[in-house]
């Protein structure tokens, strides 16, 4: 079929097997199709190939990619094989033969889109090439490499614009980066030479993810019951230090688990193959320091555990954001332990990265990143929604309820507790502000005992207005009220609670009209109706794999239903066969909804969510004949 003749959903239902376009994606399409430069900054997960493969298909000639690393192109190359797309990548992993090769087929425009590593721009051979091929695009992916304020500076960058001005005839240009900073956006604009660029921005959220922080004592018994409710999930284990890895990833082998490990220790060659066996499944589980970063382009990671806490925000939400970029539900969930501020403490006053830096300067930069890592020990310690701080910390409003964090789930909830204060200050009051903590709370809850007798409180007004409350909570809200300044307890060897200020005009307002005031409060919801507040969370985010209401709801419902294994199995046959891995067979989200549809003709699998018309070409029988075959057994699970 000729690529011209589609237009832009075409493309992306045919290669893509998707309906829609994703926030940010169709704008930037439009700009570059119509030869407007372009400034895409989206969050890990959102998208960016997309933007520029779309147009690359639909533009007469050439695609160019510019990409830092080698796995990534890989991958992506792939990714374009496996959808029917000519593409081929340039970079120091081929041998000098199979480098000739790839740039002679160039010459002869076999390419689509070709990606290249940016050391190669300027060598003579690809200069050569460039110079009499028809180049429609330019695209920069991962762009903040640019920037010397990026997390990741390749100087080679800085050599974009030279090349791009040697082309005869200049091509529209995209740059692409997850880093939303002002310093590494104008960075970008300014360093690539972008002309006239429309930017665009798309928000952080991924509402996919869920997060939670943890406390265990005992982190490894935490890890290891999370992967034992998790079989079959695939996940990244974070941790600080290479001895951290090597313990962790041993236990965890010595448990049984098919783990494997990457840190910055082991040779070139033990990286690469425990990179390719993580990403093959055939060891699902990865325990890795931070140099297992940028380039993981696993869709079907289901977890990221943090075994430590990260130096900052920033990298934790990199790190985390590699869970769940096909958009099917994903846990992120940080252990935490205050040894972790400790050891960051020490990395900070540590720090020589940089030998420029001196005196002052120095000391500057140790004093931003303590700053950092206090905001980083806040996120482990919030009672307030995770995703909002997140947010926040991003400069993004977010709402201060997500439903899909432990905070929100779990462990608090924002309860009205303008009755009980209302009727705690009423106490107080006309008992003539005499009384201790104990009795206040005693005579709320209708108690009998010696003082409350005594002291005649049976007969106030608000004597056990509140008996259905423990005392423990009673006492939560009256902690509240002193550390709101509503009351107060005095300093005396029998302390005595008072109303202050605050408290006499909440009072005497309540009791016209009852301004609401709230307090976050532990749950006293059962387990099990905590499930079921997820499920709706779940469903309500249109998964409709939630329907077990699994708690937390982690991987989806449907992994681990016999339909789902029937169909990850088929995959697996497929991808060992054809040296693939799985996830570019289908992602873990197209299983889930093939297991909820169960399509019995064409028509209907090519409606699946990442079922294009040339995977079905390749696949679409046999998981078609393993769905009629499932359609019988619906009604089992
Ligand atoms: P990024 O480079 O921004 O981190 P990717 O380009 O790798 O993200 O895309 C992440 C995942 O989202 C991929 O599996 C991709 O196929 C998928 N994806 C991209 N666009 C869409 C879309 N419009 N609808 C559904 N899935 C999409
Ligand atoms: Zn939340």
Not at 345 to 361: C, K, M, S, V, W
Not at 424 to 450: F, H, P, Q, W
Not at 470 to 489: G, M
Request: proline share 3%.
């Amino acid at each position: 079929m000729s690529e011209t003749t589609q237009d832009k959903y075409q493309i992306l239902k045919t290669y893509y097997g998707y309906d829609s376009f994703r926030d940010g994606q169709e704008e930037l399409i439009d700009c570059l199709l119509s030869g407007r430069d372009v400034c895409g900054i989206m969050p890990t997960g959102a998208g960016k190939s997309v933007c520029y493969q779309v147009p690359a298909l639909m533009l007469p000639a050439i695609t160019l990619v510019i990409s830092p690393l080698i796995s990534l192109m890989k991958d992506q190359v792939r990714a374009l094989n496996q959808m029917g797309v000519h593409a081929a990548y340039l970079n120091s992993s081929l041998t000098f033969p199979q480098y000739k090769k790839a740039l002679a087929l160039a010459k002869e425009g076999r390419y689509k889109i070709i990606y290249v590593a940016p050391e190669r721009l300027l060598t003579e051979d690809f200069q050569d090439f460039a110079a009499n091929a028809e180049i429609s695009m330019v695209a920069v992916d991962e762009a903040h490499c640019v920037s010397q304020w990026g997390q990741d500076f390749r100087p080679s960058y800085l050599k974009i614009p030279s090349f791009i001005g040697s082309l005869s005839k200049r091509p529209v240009v995209g740059a692409f980066t997850a880093t939303a900073t002002k310093e590494v956006k104008e960075d970008i604009i300014r360093m690539l030479e972008l002309s006239d660029p429309h930017l665009t921005v798309t928000g952080f959220d991924r509402k996919n993810l869920y997060f939670e922080v943890r406390h265990d004592k005992d982190k490894y018994k935490g890890i290891k019951e999370y992967l034992n409710t998790h079989p079959d999930s695939s996940g990244i284990i974070y941790c600080a230090t290479r001895k951290n890895v090597e313990e962790v990833c041993d236990r965890l082998i010595a448990d049984g688990f098919a783990a494997t490990r990457y840190h910055a220790g082991l040779s070139d060659a033990e990286r690469r193959s425990n990179q390719e066996a993580f990403t093959y499944d055939e060891f699902p589980i990865m325990v890795a320091t931070n140099a297992f970063g940028m380039g993981i382009d696993k869709s079907n990671v289901r977890f990221v555990l943090h075994y430590n806490m990260p130096k900052n925000m920033e990298s934790y939400y990199q790190e985390a954001g590699r869970a769940g970029r096909d958009g099917a539900k994903a846990d992120c969930i940080l252990f935490y332990s205050g040894q972790d501020v400790i050891t960051n403490q020490f990395f900070i006053e540590q720090n020589r990265d940089n030998d420029e830096l001196t005196g002052e300067a120095l000391e500057l930069v140790r004093q931003r990143d303590r700053e950092r890592l206090k905001k980083m020990t806040f996120y482990c310690h919030t009672a307030d929604c995770l995703r909002d701080y997140m947010l926040r910390y991003f400069g993004e409003y977010g709402s201060n309820y997500c439903g899909n964090c432990s905070n929100c789930l779990n462990v608090f909830e924002t309860i009205d507790i303008s009755l009980i204060a209302n009727d705690m200050i009423g106490c107080i009051l006309t008992s003539g502000m005499r009384y201790g903590v104990n009795v206040i709370l005693d005579a709320l809850r209708g108690s009998k005992n010696e003082k409350v007798l005594r002291f005649g409180l049976d007969a106030n007004h608000y004597y056990g207005s509140h008996s259905g409350e423990t005392i423990v909570f009673l006492r939560q809200v009256l902690n509240y009220l002193v550390l709101t300044e509503y009351l107060t307890v005095t300093d005396d060897q029998f302390p005595i609670v008072k109303v202050k200020e605050k408290g006499l005009t909440f009072f005497s307002e309540a009791g016209e009209f009852r301004p609401v005031l709230t307090m976050k409060a532990a749950k006293k919801t059962p387990p099990a109706e905590k499930a079921g507040r997820f499920k709706d969370a779940a469903s309500a985010s249109g998964n409709a794999a939630s329907a077990s209401g699994r708690k937390r709801g982690a991987a989806s419902a449907h992994t681990g239903s016999a339909p789902f294994e029937s169909l990850r199995r088929l995959r697996t046959e497929i991808a060992r066969a054809q040296h693939v891995p799985p996830y570019l067979v289908f992602s873990d989200k197209t299983l889930e909804s093939m297991c909820v549809l169960l399509p019995q003709t064409k028509e209907e699998m090519l409606a699946v969510h990442g079922v294009g018309e040339l995977k079905y070409q390749k696949y679409g029988e046999q998981f078609l004949a393993l769905c009629r075959e499932l359609g019988g057994e619906a009604e089992d699970f």
